[in-house]
C-alpha cells in the first residue's frame, strides 16, 4: 500500500486556496495552467483526457501515479499562490 498522506495535504492546501480565491483568480490560474499543458503538448506530446481521468479515479494508486497526483497538486498551489498574491506576488 502507497503512503498518500502527501497527497493529502497537497488537496487540502489545493482546496483552502481554491475557496479563497475569486471568480478572476481561478479564471486566471485556469488560464496559466492551460498554457503550461500546451506547452508541454507542443514539446512532448498531446496526454489523452481519458489517461488523466485513470488517475484520479483510481482508487489506489501506485507510486508513479501518486508522484503524478502530487506534481499535479503542487502545480496548482503554484500558480494559485502566484495569482491570488502569495509571497513573493507576482501578476501576470
Known amino acids: 500500500m502507497v503512503d498518500t498522506s502527501a497527497l493529502d495535504e497537497t488537496y487540502e492546501l489545493a482546496d483552502i486556496l481554491i475557496k479563497k480565491a ?3 483568480q481561478l479564471a486566471e490560474c485556469a488560464r496559466l495552467l492551460a498554457l503550461n ?10 496526454i489523452p483526457v481519458e489517461e ?14 501518486l508522484n503524478v497526483l ?5 502545480n496548482l498551489i503554484g500558480v494559485l499562490v502566484n495569482v491570488c498574491g ?7
Open 22 to 24: 475569486t471568480k478572476e
Open 70 to 74: 502530487i506534481e499535479g497538486m503542487l
Open 52 to 65: 488523466t481521468l485513470s488517475l484520479l479515479r483510481r482508487a489506489e494508486p501506485n507510486e508513479e501515479h
Open 37 to 46: 499543458l500546451a506547452h508541454h503538448q507542443i514539446n512532448h506530446a498531446e
Open 86 to 92: 502569495g509571497p513573493g506576488h507576482v501578476r501576470h
